[in-house]
T-cell receptor, first 118, second 110 residues
């Protein structure tokens, strides 16, 4: 149980275009989903916290107009990178916290999406 | 801002050796989690420690949470090549958000 999927697993896009990444909790409902960014050989950096039915909370330094987050249901959150530039190339990872906590504090992570902007 | 310092950053050892990874902070965390990440994949949860002084064992891996809930360690006994990967600690604050350490990249040579 507690499986999180991401789609696509990798994407290559041209500079100036927009890319949408989906994060789904497959076997549980998640009121909160998190979006992280990871550069090569570095750790995960939290970009934003996404709560179902409300606006996302962005970390300092993350442009909310560039990284649009929508959490329309208890099993789906999307991250749209608008007007992508080469410096947006990175590994984007989402995680989900179960709506009904199983007694733990865990977040379950998706497999990540590698974005390359040319 | 809560910071987690993880050490060492890199570790290359021979199969059969033991190792310890440390995760330290000046902040108190409500829980601390350890993850392992393979290249091109998301982190996979290994363990969550909640209580100060708690020790958890997962086969050859031993996890400890400091009494003050500010630090943690991961000890691997008789490391195997399959243990190779990026190990990440993450502390959870009262707001239920995770702060990740910088990661420890482990390579176990056969």
């Amino acid at each position: 149980g507690a499986v999180v999927s991401q789609h696509p697993s990798w994407v290559i896009c041209k500079s100036g275009t927009s890319v949408k990444i989906e994060c789904r909790s497959l076997d549980f409902q998640a009121t909160t989903m998190f979006w992280y960014r990871q550069f090569p050989k570095q750790s995960l950096m939290l970009m934003a916290t996404s709560n179902e039915g409300s606006k996302a909370t962005y970390e300092q330094g993350v442009e909310k107009d560039k990284f649009l987050i929508n959490h329309a249901s208890l099993t789906l959150s999307t991250l749209t990178v608008t007007s992508a530039h080469p410096e947006d190339s990175s590994f984007y990872i989402c995680s989900a916290r179960p709506r009904i906590n199983r007694g733990g504090y865990e977040q379950y992570f998706g497999p990540g999406t590698r974005l390359t902007v040319t | 801002t809560q910071l987690l310092e993880q050490s060492p950053q890199f570790l290359s050892i021979q199969e059969g050796e033991n190792l310890t990874v440390y995760c330290n902070s000046s902040s108190v965390f409500s829980s601390l989690q350890w993850y392992r990440q393979e290249p091109g994949e998301g982190p996979v949860l290994l363990v969550t420690v909640v209580t100060g002084g708690e020790v958890k064992k997962l086969k050859r891996l031993t996890f400890q949470f400091g009494d003050a809930r500010k630090d943690s360690s991961l000890h691997i006994t008789a490391a195997q090549p399959g243990d190779t990967g990026l190990y990440l600690c993450a502390g959870e604050n009262a707001g239920n958000m995770l702060t990740f350490g910088g990661g420890t990249r482990l390579m176990v040579k056969p």
